[in-house]
């Protein structure tokens, strides 16, 4: 059975930084492309971040770009967030989520149906 434990948001001010940790267990996560999901109230959840399965292959929304980092640690079954510069629009429940192509390379990250193994969610509240 596939797990995904997310945590490390919480409320901070705008500007600050917060890192996000997704662990993985029962699958074989360095076949995986990884996500990383946001769904503010009244929203839909979008995809903002993701990585390819090798790590080499980054995607990033418009909204985040330049702000968040997204990295993984196959030897850890640990996909991370690295959100620098927050804003109070990025105040959200932040989800990981495995995508389930294996080998899961730059075309298929960026579609949100692949992603089938969701997380809990994570808070995370940026405060003006």
């Known amino acids: 059975q596939v797990q995904l434990v997310e945590s490390g948001g919480g409320v901070v001010q705008t500007g600050d930084s917060l890192r996000l940790s997704c662990v993985v267990s029962?699958?074989?996560?360095?076949?995986?492309?990884m996500g990383w999901f946001r769904q503010a109230p009244g929203k839909e959840r979008d995809l903002v971040a993701a990585i390819s399965w090798t790590g080499s292959v980054p995607y990033y929304s418009e909204s985040v770009k330049g702000r968040f980092t997204i990295s993984r640690d196959n030897d850890k079954n640990t996909v991370y967030l690295q959100m620098n510069r927050l804003k109070p629009e990025d105040t959200a429940v932040y989800y990981c989520?495995?995508?389930?192509?294996?080998?899961?390379?730059?075309?298929?990250?960026?579609?949100?149906?692949?992603?089938?193994?969701w997380g809990q969610g994570t808070q995370v509240t940026v405060s003006s």
């Open positions: 989520a495995l995508n389930s192509q294996l080998r899961s390379g730059s075309r298929a990250i960026r579609l949100p149906e692949n992603y089938d193994h």
């Open positions: 029962g699958n074989d996560f360095s076949l995986h492309g």
